[in-house]
């Protein structure tokens, strides 16, 4: 191979194992998000008879979205009408508000409030090597939790969201943020992306994560490449921008 072919298999292979580790720590904090709130929702709506099976796609449909917020990565996702909702319907919209944000609060105060490091082992086709991944994410988040809640209009800043202007219907999930105020699931998906500010009144209100590797390359006697990578993650040092509206 010349040494153009031998550069792009590199990066090739070092980027293989860096998405198959990230896959594997989604899954990992998405699994302790998920058991979670399956003990939550099992133990406080015990009396309404809600099938072992709604519960944990329930408590599924809200892990996903504390994986994605608490921004490990941002994954496209349908909000359309989940099977479990029928289930849900018998609990009144007040209680529903009043214990996913209470479950939520208690998850998040269960995260790492200090710097982790995580190590593991991979093999990819040419050469393999230790991923060790250095995540900042959690600490700096200690505050700024994003909540899926459903729109109770007694409890809410905001009627509408403001990013697409659209009114909220009672009871749809919408996105509680640290400020109080809310925001569309759609439009929080793609607003959270680059930003970390509410869009209504500008205060940070969660961690825009940024990612950043090196490879350190060394040979043994025999001539065996090891590659060992190295990962961070943390939270975007930008400074503040106003994307909001003017709050008044």
């Not at 979670?36 to 015990?46: G, M, R, T, W």
């Not at 009396?47 to 072992?52: E, F, L, R």
């Not at 930003?195 to 205060?203: A, L, N, Q, T």
């Not at 590797?213 to 001539?223: G, L, T």
């Amino acid at each position: 191979m010349n040494t153009s072919t031998e550069k792009s298999l590199f990066r090739s292979e070092v980027s293989h194992a860096v998405e198959m580790y990230f896959i594997e720590f989604i899954d990992r904090v998405f699994g302790y998000a998920r058991n979670a709130y399956v003990e939550f929702l099992q133990k406080h709506f015990a009396d309404y008879n809600i099938s072992a099976n709604d519960i944990r796609d329930f408590a599924n449909f809200l892990a996903e979205d504390v994986v994605d917020l608490a921004g490990v990565v941002v994954l496209g996702k349908n909000h359309k009408k989940k099977k479990w909702t029928e289930q849900f319907r018998s609990i009144s919209i007040e209680l529903l508000y009043k214990n996913l944000k209470e479950m939520q609060i208690s998850y998040f105060s269960t995260l790492p409030r200090e710097n982790m490091f995580y190590r593991s082992c991979y093999q990819e086709t040419y050469f393999g090597g230790d991923i060790h991944h250095t995540d900042t994410c959690f600490k700096e988040g200690a505050h700024t939790d994003v909540l899926i809640v459903p729109f109770v209009e007694k409890f809410s800043l905001n009627t509408s969201c403001p990013v697409c202007f659209e009114d909220y219907d009672e009871g749809k999930f919408i996105y509680e943020m640290s400020c109080g105020h809310s925001i569309d699931c759609g439009c929080a998906e793609d607003w959270f992306v680059e930003k970390s500010v509410c869009p209504y009144c500008s205060r940070k209100v969660k961690a825009v994560v940024e990612t950043s590797r090196q490879a350190h390359v060394s040979w043994d006697e025999n001539d065996e490449i090891t590659v060992d990578i190295y990962l961070t993650t943390k939270p975007y040092d930008r400074k503040k921008i106003d994307y909001g509206m003017d709050a008044g």
